[in-house]
């Protein structure tokens, strides 16, 4: 991963990290294997979500992929049994690697926005699934493939699809080894919206322009409401809602949101 800070990103970097306008753009960066997933990449992965989560100038992350796929899950040449003196440790693998990187997504205060391109599979849909607002190619496919290969499921993604899915479908898709285009994903409810392949761009930047400029406190609290209905019984929900309300109330943004509409103006939002 290239900090912004020391110059453009290299070509061969496995993810690129720039920041613009309160942008903090994360591409994973394999296009010649559809962004495929290896030590490397995970490596540079959670160094840059890491930054973006920590940097006062980052208001809102995008999360993409290079070339013609968002991400195909992982990179199999790496884990060629006939190269191996044995089974690698996949718990220790998640923990180290791929949790940190789900975790900070999830609980960042700052919006993280996915856009997905071409295929979405294995943990590439895990890390799709944990922005807060993705957005997809109607014609991408979001690929559960684990059972074919062996495994149960990573990444986080059998939480994101019980959440987004309900238990039964989200048992099916896995145990199948099913998939989903994004038109049926947004249908599902899995995401939030797809658009024709032409028009994924401009929606995508639509999105984090209006992000950046959003007050911080309010988007924070949404976030973290959000994540607390799916949790909490409601006593405690209703005490974590004005708990944030409080919060986003105390803000300066708020003042400036109240001045704004009494004097038919934009806000202009710190």
Known sequence: MRDSRKGPPHDRDPVLFTVDGGIARITLNRPDRLNAVTGELMRALGAAVEEAAAREDVRVISLTG????????????????RKLDGPLDLAAIQRELFHPVIRTLRETPKPVVACVNGVAAGAGAGFALAADIVLADAEAKFVF?????????????????????GAPRARALLMLGGAL???????????????????LGSAHEDVLIRLACAPRAALSGIKAAVA??????????????????????AAPDYAEGVLAFLEKRKPRFG
Not at 148 to 164: P, T, Y
Not at 181 to 199: D, F, K, M, S, Y
Not at 231 to 246: F, M, S
């Open 228 to 249: 607390a209905a799916e949790v909490e019984p409601l006593a405690e929900y209703l005490a974590t809602e004005a708990a944030l309300q409080g919060r986003a109330g």
């Open 145 to 165: 493939s684990f059972a074919k290969m062996g495994l149960s499921v990573d990444a986080g993604l059998g939480r994101a699809l019980v959440a987004g899915l």
């Open 66 to 81: 290079a070339g013609r796929g968002f991400c195909a899950g992982q990179d199999l040449s790496e884990r060629d049994p």
């Open 181 to 199: 285009t994004g038109a049926e994903a947004e249908a599902a409810g899995l995401i939030w919206r797809a658009v024709p392949a032409g028009e």
